[in-house]
């Protein structure tokens, strides 16, 4: 009796394991969020960048729209990623705040996703 009730623990075990494999990974359950110019990345250039890099009146590197943008996404992580006390980080630190966290994070995602529109 107790040999069947064993081997019947291990059977659901064994099935239960088989389902919960790890080698599914989380992809398989949760879509990543799809990050977008117009909807995620255009008001963090818009907040963070102005007037600097944005026509009219802006005399740097132009990042107007999505083409500029896509174009320049390596060296705008770079800058914003270095320390504050680096002459070359974005936005100026006596102009803006420097970006959050999450901000950067959303920038990188939305590079790995091929920067789409």
Same mark, same amino acid.
């Given at each position: 009796? /107790?040999?069947?009730?064993?081997?019947?623990?291990?059977? *659901?075990?064994?099935?239960?394991? *088989?389902?919960?494999?790890?080698?599914?990974?989380?992809?398989?359950?949760?879509?990543?969020?799809?990050?977008?110019?117009?909807?995620?990345?255009?008001?963090?250039?818009?907040?963070?960048?102005?007037?600097?890099?944005?026509?009219?009146?802006?005399?740097?590197?132009?990042?107007?729209?999505?083409?500029?943008?896509?174009?320049?996404?390596?060296?705008?992580?770079?800058?914003?990623?270095?320390?504050?006390?680096?002459?070359?980080?974005?936005?100026?630190?006596?102009?803006?705040?420097?970006?959050?966290?999450?901000?950067?994070?959303?920038?990188? /995602?939305?590079?790995?996703?091929?920067?789409?529109?």
């Amino acid at each position: 009796m /107790k040999k069947i009730q064993l081997l019947t623990i291990l059977t *659901v075990i064994a099935m239960l394991t *088989v389902n919960c494999s790890t080698k599914k990974g989380k992809s398989d359950y949760v879509e990543a969020k799809k990050i977008s110019y117009n909807n995620d990345i255009k008001p963090i250039i818009a907040n963070s960048c102005t007037p600097c890099h944005l026509p009219p009146q802006g005399r740097k590197e132009p990042l107007e729209n999505y083409e500029h943008v896509k174009e320049n996404i390596d060296a705008i992580i770079a800058r914003v990623k270095l320390p504050q006390d680096d002459r070359r980080f974005m936005p100026p630190v006596n102009k803006k705040p420097a970006l959050t966290t999450d901000e950067i994070a959303l920038l990188e /995602k939305w590079q790995q996703q091929n920067t789409p529109e």
